[in-house]
């Protein structure tokens, strides 16, 4: 079975950095864009950056030159770097993909569970 796994979210003070790893683990053909999201209490989720299956990036305006995504695609991960972090940066962070399971010629979305980002003023 294709699941997404988030690591690397906790708690970090204003100014700090994180570093958020998803994996992509299960029978996989081959992964076309990712990307994450996050949702802060009574809010929407929200896209933070997205990369391609050749690196073309794009960011929410609100994270541009803090964060910085980028992928590893014989790994089958995506990590988001977190730089200059903010209390309004605290959310829950999710890691997506549009993932072409083995045997298939279709891509389908997926999300993981998410990791927690809390950051102190």
């Known amino acids: 079975q294709v699941q997404l796994v988030e690591s690397g979210g906790g708690l970090a003070q204003a100014g700090g950095s994180l570093r958020l790893t998803c994996a992509a683990s299960?029978?996989?053909?081959?992964?076309?864009?990712m990307g994450w999201y996050r949702q802060a209490p009574g809010k929407q989720r929200d896209m933070v950056a997205g990369?391609?299956?050749?690196?073309?990036?794009n960011y929410a305006d609100s994270v541009k030159g803090r964060f910085t995504i980028s992928r590893d695609n014989v790994k089958n991960t995506v990590l988001l770097q977190m730089n200059s972090l903010k209390p309004e940066d605290t959310a829950v962070y999710y890691c997506?993909?549009?993932?072409?399971?083995?045997?298939?010629?279709?891509?389908?979305?997926?999300w993981g569970k998410g990791t927690l980002v809390t950051v102190s003023s």
């Open positions: 997506n993909a549009d993932i072409v399971r083995a045997g298939e010629w279709y891509s389908e979305n997926y």
């Open positions: 299960g029978p996989i053909s081959s992964i076309n864009a």
């Open positions: 990369i391609t299956s050749g690196g073309m990036r």
